[in-house]
């Protein structure tokens, strides 16, 4: 598999020093470490949401840096661990995140193909301010899934989520990027989940801490 | 119409017998606030008495470098007031306030002097006072709006992130922000120009017509201040903000709130 991201004495804010590594194009990529390793961080320097200080994070043989911020955050999408939704309907949700990214909104049809992917099967009209937070989490990921990135980043997301509900996303998501060519990378410390679904493992030990 | 009648100094001191309803509800209220009332009420008392003294000067020896010293000075004072009350927000973001609130400012009291009322932008009987209104609430506008852009987009953190993490531009996420500020700001001028001559006779008017003035040629002046309070107000806080939330981040789009 040709490597999609690699990373090269890569730091952060001279707290974190990440291992070099290569990260593969097509395949399911799971981070796994201890928290204050740095996963979320690692996710955040490869669609540059943060820069690193010193070393090289290259995506498809370019400099991370060299490519237009928002377009790079377009194809390598991060889909956080805390959730943000409106207060109003599973469908407007959706129709204010493709408004803020200056799309037509989907119909519905493919809003209820992306919820049953997340395993999120809502009515439309269900209004989200009463969801629990592992709905809210799923509904979200729905909608980053729709969005339909080159790269897809997951933070955590089955942190609110019971094991039955996770696997279901898991599995459905895999299959969907897989199917779509889709570069899927997740941040998980549930080491099962990793197991079951992960096509190559980064651990991420301690990471090099300054006192 | 009748001159003014000069106030006996104490006599005058009876309106500060009302300071102490204040302080008894405050401790009712259990408002820890004690120490802000007396020291607002003597630092007012103190900087109008020196103002009317400095004023009382200026009126006798009129000179352009006095009325421009005096209006620097406000607008400093502005601006550092207006600095201290949002401590938070990085320094581009301060350089920029400062120079909306002196640009937006200075030019409504130039345009209001020598067009509408028509005379010497150094004359220190016009300027003086009519600066200091309309400086004052710019100052009270921008403070007001920077503090609700502030809170919201602390608060909103999270919705900021989200946006961003997907790839929205940092303008298409802030500029909402803006304006919900911009609107928060303008609404207290907003509401007051509503009950206007109805439930209260402002200030600038109430002033005027005590010392003799016409009510006609009052409620003129009060007209204009009003349009241009209304409007130096909306327009400080649009540029402070509209040109200071492009500081929040920086070329590779990366935000630091």
């Known amino acids: 598999m040709p490597s999609l991201f690699s990373l090269k004495n890569v730091r952060f804010k001279d707290i974190i020093h990440y291992p070099d590594m290569e990260i593969p194009q097509g395949a399911a990529t799971f981070i796994c470490g201890e928290s204050g390793s740095g996963k979320s961080t690692l996710l955040k320097l490869l669609n540059g949401i943060v820069s690193a200080e010193t070393g090289e994070v290259l995506y498809s043989g370019r400099h991370i840096e060299d490519y237009d911020p928002v377009t790079l955050r377009r194809d390598v999408l991060l889909c956080g661990q805390s959730t943000f939704l409106f207060d109003k309907s599973v469908q407007e949700n959706f129709i204010e995140y493709y408004k803020y990214r200056d799309l037509h909104p989907i119909n519905q049809d493919k809003i209820n193909t992306y919820l049953k992917i997340c395993a999120a099967n809502f009515r439309l009209d269900a209004l989200c301010v009463t969801m629990s937070g592992g709905e809210r989490q799923r509904v979200f990921t729905a909608i980053c899934l729709s969005l339909r990135p080159k790269v897809f980043l997951l933070d955590e997301p089955t942190s609110a989520l019971d094991d039955m509900t996770a696997n279901t996303m898991m599995s459905n998501i895999k299959a969907f990027c897989n199917e779509n060519n889709i570069t899927l990378i997740v941040v998980s410390h549930n080491r099962a989940l990793a197991q079951a679904y992960a096509d190559n493992t980064i651990m991420l030990a301690g990471g090099i801490r300054h006192e | ?257």
């Open chain 2, 1 to 257: 119409m009748s001159e003014i009648v000069s106030l006996n100094i104490w006599q005058f001191a009876l309106i500060y017998l009302l300071l102490i309803i204040v302080l008894l509800i405050m401790k009712k209220c259990k408002i820890n606030q004690t120490k802000l009332l007396v020291a607002a009420s003597f630092r007012m008392t103190a900087q109008l008495a020196l103002a009317g003294l400095v004023l009382t000067y200026i009126l006798k020896n009129p000179h352009p470098v006095f009325t421009l010293a005096y209006l620097l000075l406000m607008t400093g004072f502005a601006i550092y007031v207006t600095l201290s009350r949002n401590k938070s927000i990085n320094k581009k973001f301060k350089i920029i306030v400062g120079f909306s609130l002196a640009l937006t400012g200075l030019s409504i009291v130039c345009f209001f002097i020598m067009a509408v009322v028509g005379v010497n932008i150094f004359n220190p009987q016009y300027t003086i006072p009519i600066s200091g209104m309309i400086i004052g609430n710019a100052m009270t506008g921008v403070s007001l709006g920077l503090r609700v852009f502030n809170e919201n987009i602390k608060s909103k953190q999270l919705r900021i992130d989200s946006l961003l993490n997907i790839g929205v531009t940092p303008q298409k996420i802030l500029i909402p922000f803006v304006n919900q500020a911009v609107e928060t700001a303008l609404l207290p001028t907003l509401y007051s120009m509503i009950g206007m001559g109805i439930i209260s006779l402002p200030g600038m008017m109430t002033g005027q017509i005590l010392s003799g003035t016409l009510p006609a040629t009052a409620i003129l002046y009060q007209i204009a201040i009003i349009i241009a309070i209304c409007a130096v107000t909306c327009l400080s806080v649009f540029c402070s903000l509209y040109f200071g939330y492009k500081t929040l981040y920086n070329k590779r789009m990366q935000m630091s709130i």
